[in-house]
């Protein structure tokens, strides 16, 4: 977190020193660096147990090399379940789910750290690298029966199967990511940065990937059917993703089966026992 406070000030200084195109250059840095957090003691643990493995990504956005991307398993079981997570977080954040899951012997679990999340390599990342990576997993340990992720991993789950064209016999997205663009000015708008260094950064955007980051929104990238075996965990006073982009979404979506856990937190609930316990309920109905 020292960094991200870091890049913070220097923003804030940038903004009052009137400097746009430096400015510009660590606005990169804003949206792109994930903070990463260490593991703790139980978290060890629980990782200590794992299979582990490791697959590459190719990096041409920040650092045009392969990173290698740490992978973590657990259970011998017929049925696959893959875990994504959030932005800024690791593998390890699902150590509750983790647990629960490992109780089902039928069950082999696979996660994984993103590219510059956790113990991967990188220092910044961002959707495509997410979603390379998801790709890069399946393909490295088999395709999964049940995807699950968490806020940003939720989304890049989408981009990466729509891509290889697997339908899970079940998808379960936790505390979603919808629209990437307004998170990219959320950010911006919270540390004060003014409206025309907001478009410049989204006009610099463009011309380095060739679409708005507003392409990059749920409700573009998915694209499964209504046969689809979806549930949805959600808190309607999630300070990080507004409630009406995710209503929004599900009124396109109505066969999506959801559940409110109102005031759990958009970064605690996944480790709420209510939740876990439901999202073995969901898991244990479909094998």
Known sequence: MKKLKQIIEQVKTLIAENKPDELNTMLWQLICYPPKIPLRLHQEQLF??????????????????????????????SHKVLLSHGWGSKAADFDGLINALRENKDLQIVAFDAPANGSSDGDLSNLLLFANAVKAVIAATGEPDIAIGHSFGTMANVSALTELHITPMLLVSIAPFILLQENFIR?????????????AFLEDFKSRYGIYPSEYAMQKLYTFDDTLNHWLAYDDHDAMLPDA?????????????????????????IKSAELIADVMEQVNGVL
């Open 48 to 77: 200590s147990e794992a299979e582990k493995f490791t697959v590459t990504v190719n990096d041409p956005y920040f650092t045009n090399q392969q990173l290698n991307i740490n992978g973590f398993k657990w259970g011998t079981g």
């Open 187 to 199: 950010s911006m708008t919270a540390v004060g940065v003014p409206a025309d260094a907001q478009q």
């Open 245 to 269: 982009y995710l209503q929004d979404f599900l009124k396109a979506h109505p066969t999506i089966k959801t559940k409110n856990y109102s005031g759990a937190g958009h970064e605690r609930v």
